[in-house]
C-alpha cells in the first residue's frame, strides 16, 4: 500500500531517504530508479550525504529556474511497501515498479503529452518490520514550469498500488475487495504502544526463562531480531485502543439492550462518555471510552468509531430491540456515566448466570452453526456481523481470565478484523443473536464461577465451529490473508486454550480438531480506475521502448523577469 506525503524541502526529503534513519535502520542507500541523468552518475552506487544534496539541486532545477510555487508543496513523496512474508525484491524489479507508479500518476511525459517531472527512487534495506520498500521522491513542476496535478493523488495511488499488484502477481490488498479495513496509528500513538510494548514482552521472556529453568540468556543480551520480534508480537495486543475495543466488544456482545451495554462498560472499569445530538440531553449519537489514568494523567479518550467500524453506536445498535423504553432506559445510563454516578437500574450483569445455562447455550450456539450452514458464503453482511459477534465472545473470555492479552484475545482480534466493513449491513443478521449474547455473557463471568471446565470446552468448541465458518467466508470472498488470520486464530491460539482446559481433570477427554482448506490462487478481479492504471502503465512501457534516454540533463532556461508596457508618446492607440 502506498503512503503519500506532501512538502517543499527536496533537500531534507532526500537526506533524510540517504541517512541512518530515525532508529540507525538504512542500509547502502542508493537509486533503483529515476531519470536518465540522476542513472547515468550515480547508477547503484552507495550514496552519501553530499550526493544527497546533488540528486535534490538536480530534482529541485526546474521548481528554481522557474521560480513556481505549488500550493501544499512541490515535493510529492510516496513509499511502496511489502509485508516482510513477501519476501524481498530486486533492485530490477523495484526499479520497474517504481517507473510504472510514476506514469501510472501521470508524472513522466503522459504519453508524449506534456513535460516529464524529475523523480528518483531511492532503496535503502529493510524497515524495522521487516518489509521490503522503496521510496518515490517527485518534483511536481515539470521540465517546462508546468505543474503536475495532484487532483485526487492519493486515490490515483491506491489504484496505481492496485494495478502493481496485478501485474507483478504481489499479494493483493484484500480491504478494497471485501470493502473493510482497520484503523491506523498516528506517530505519537505508536510510540507510546512500542514503549509499552517492549516492557511487556520483556517481562513476559522473563517470566518464561524462569519457568523453564536452565541457563537463558537475559533480555538485554538476546540477539536483537529476536528481540525486535518479540516486541513487534507484543505491539497490537498491547495497544491501548485494542484492549479498549475488546473490552467495548466484549460489553457489547454480552447484553440484551444499550442500557445494559453501558453498564457492563463502566463495570469493566472503562470511562465513559456519551456524545449527545446538538441541542439536547437525552438523544445520544456516539460514545467514546478511556482507560482510567495513573499518576495524575489525562484520559486519553477514543470513539467508537476509532477502535473498530463495528463499534460506533449505530452499528451496535442493530442487534439491539428499537423500542421507546429500551432508549429511556438507555439515555439514563448515558446520563449516569457522563456524570459519574451509580447505574441507575441495575440488571442481569450484577447476577452471576444460573450453571445450567452453560449447556443450553452451547447447544444455541450449535444450532447457529447449522443455521449459518444455509447462509451464501458471499452474503458480507451476515458473515461480518458472525465475525463480530463470534470476536465479542472470545473477547468476553478474555478480560475474564486473561491478565494480559493472550491467546483469547489474538483470536478476537482476528476475528474482529472480518466485521471491519466500510458501510453499515444492509438487512442486519439478528438470527442467532440471542444465543451469541447468552455465550458471551456466560464467558464474561468465568472468572467468579460456573460449572467448570468441561462446560467451557464445550462452549469453546462451537465457538471454533463458529471461527471456521467466518474463515470459509473469508476463503470463498478471495481474502486468502485473513482467512489465514482466522485459521492462525483457530488452529494456534485457540488451540492453546483448548489445551489448557484439557489438562485440567474436570476437562472432558474427547476432543475434535478444526481442519483448515489449503490456500487456493484466485484471480485477479480489476476494477475500471485499477484497469485504467494498467492500460497507462502499458503505454508509458511501450513509448520508453521507442527512445533512448540521454545522460545529459534536459535544458531548463530560466524564467524570464516579466515587463509591462505602459502607452507612450511614441506607442500607445492610434490618434
Not at 83 to 112: C, H, K, L, P, Y
Not at 341 to 368: I, N, Y
Not at 383 to 391: D, I, Y
Request: proline share 5%.
Amino acid at each position: 500500500m502506498p503512503n503519500v506525503t506532501r512538502g517543499d524541502r527536496m533537500a531534507g526529503l532526500v537526506s533524510y531517504l540517504v541517512g541512518g534513519g530515525r532508529h540507525n535502520e538504512h542500509t547502502e542507500p542508493h537509486l533503483v530508479a529515476g531519470d536518465h541523468a540522476l542513472m547515468a552518475w550515480y547508477d547503484d552506487a552507495e550514496l552519501s550525504g553530499e550526493n544527497a544534496k546533488a540528486i535534490a539541486r538536480h530534482l529541485d532545477r526546474p521548481r528554481t529556474a522557474m521560480g513556481v510555487d505549488v500550493n501544499g508543496g512541490h515535493v510529492w513523496h510516496a513509499s511502496l511497501s511489502l509485508r516482510a512474508e513477501e519476501g524481498i525484491r530486486t533492485d530490477q524489479e523495484w526499479a520497474a515498479i517504481a517507473q510504472d507508479f510514476v506514469s501510472a500518476m501521470g508524472f513522466d511525459d503522459n504519453d508524449g503529452t506534456k513535460a516529464p517531472c524529475r523523480w528518483v527512487a531511492i532503496r535503502h534495506g529493510l524497515s524495522q518490520a521487516g518489509n521490503d520498500h522503496v521510496h518515490i521522491a517527485v518534483n511536481l513542476v515539470r521540465e517546462d514550469g508546468t505543474k503536475a496535478s495532484t487532483h485526487l493523488d492519493y486515490q490515483r495511488a491506491q489504484n496505481a498500488a492496485r494495478a502493481l499488484e496485478v501485474k507483478y502477481g504481489l499479494e493483493q490488498l484484500e480491504s478494497t475487495r471485501g470493502e473493510r479495513a482497520t484503523r491506523g496509528y498516528s506517530p505519537a500513538e505508536q510510540a507510546r504502544v512500542e514503549e509499552r510494548s517492549a516492557l511487556i514482552a520483556q517481562r513476559k521472556y522473563e517470566q518464561h526463562a524462569a519457568r523453564i529453568g536452565g541457563e537463558q540468556p537475559e533480555w538485554h543480551r538476546l540477539d536483537p531480531k529476536e528481540r525486535q520480534a518479540r516486541i513487534t508480537a507484543e505491539v497490537r495486543l498491547n495497544a491501548p485502543r485494542n484492549d479498549l475495543a475488546r473490552r467495548v466488544r466484549a460489553a457489547a456482545g454480552a447484553s440484551e439492550n444499550e442500557a445494559e451495554f453501558v453498564r457492563r462498560l463502566r463495570r469493566s472499569g472503562v470511562l465513559v462518555r456519551p456524545r449527545f445530538a446538538e441541542g439536547t440531553t437525552d438523544v445520544i449519537t456516539g460514545y467514546s471510552v478511556a482507560s482510567r489514568p495513573t499518576n495524575g494523567e489525562r484520559p486519553i479518550w477514543y470513539g467508537g468509531g476509532q477502535m473498530g467500524r463495528d463499534l460506533t453506536l449505530p452499528r451496535l445498535r442493530e442487534g439491539w430491540a428499537d423500542t421507546a423504553a429500551g432508549a429511556t432506559e438507555a439515555a439514563a445510563e448515558w446520563q449516569a456515566a457522563k456524570r459519574g454516578r451509580r447505574p441507575a437500574a441495575p440488571g442481569r450483569e450484577m447476577r452471576e448466570p444460573d450453571p445450567e445455562l452453560w449447556q443450553r447455550h452451547t447447544e444455541e450456539v450449535a444450532q447457529l452453526r447449522e443455521q449459518l450452514r444455509s447462509v451464501p458464503l458471499d452474503d458480507r453482511d451476515t458473515w461480518s456481523t458472525v465475525a463480530r459477534q463470534t470476536a465479542g465472545a472470545f473477547a468476553a473470555w478474555s478480560n475474564a481470565v486473561e491478565e494480559t492479552p493472550g491467546d483469547l484475545a489474538e483470536a478476537s482480534d482476528a476475528l474482529a478484523k472480518s466485521a471491519q466493513t466500510y458501510r453499515r449491513p444492509v438487512k442486519p443478521q439478528r438470527a442467532g443473536r440471542v444465543a451469541m449474547s447468552g455465550a458471551t455473557m456466560l464467558l464474561a463471568s468465568v472468572a467468579r464461577g460456573g460449572q467448570g471446565t468441561a462446560a467451557q470446552l464445550a462452549l469453546l468448541r462451537q465457538l471454533m465451529n463458529l471461527s471456521q465458518a467466518v474463515y470459509d467466508a473469508a476463503k470463498a470472498a478471495g481474502e486468502a490473508r485473513q482467512a489465514a488470520n482466522v485459521a492462525t486464530a483457530v488452529r494456534e491460539r485457540v488451540m492453546n486454550v483448548r489445551r489448557q482446559l484439557e489438562a485440567t481433570p474436570a476437562a472432558a477427554s474427547t476432543s475434535t480438531t478444526t481442519a483448515t482448506a489449503p490456500k487456493v490462487d484466485r484471480s485477479a478481479i480489476v476494477d475500471a480506475s485499477v484497469q485504467e492504471a494498467l492500460d497507462k502503465m502499458q503505454r508509458a512501457e511501450e513509448n520508453r521502448s521507442k527512445t533512448t534516454g540521454s545522460p545529459v540533463p534536459a535544458q531548463v532556461d530560466p524564467a524570464r523577469p516579466r515587463t509591462t508596457t505602459k502607452p507612450g508618446a511614441d506607442r500607445g492607440p492610434e490618434r
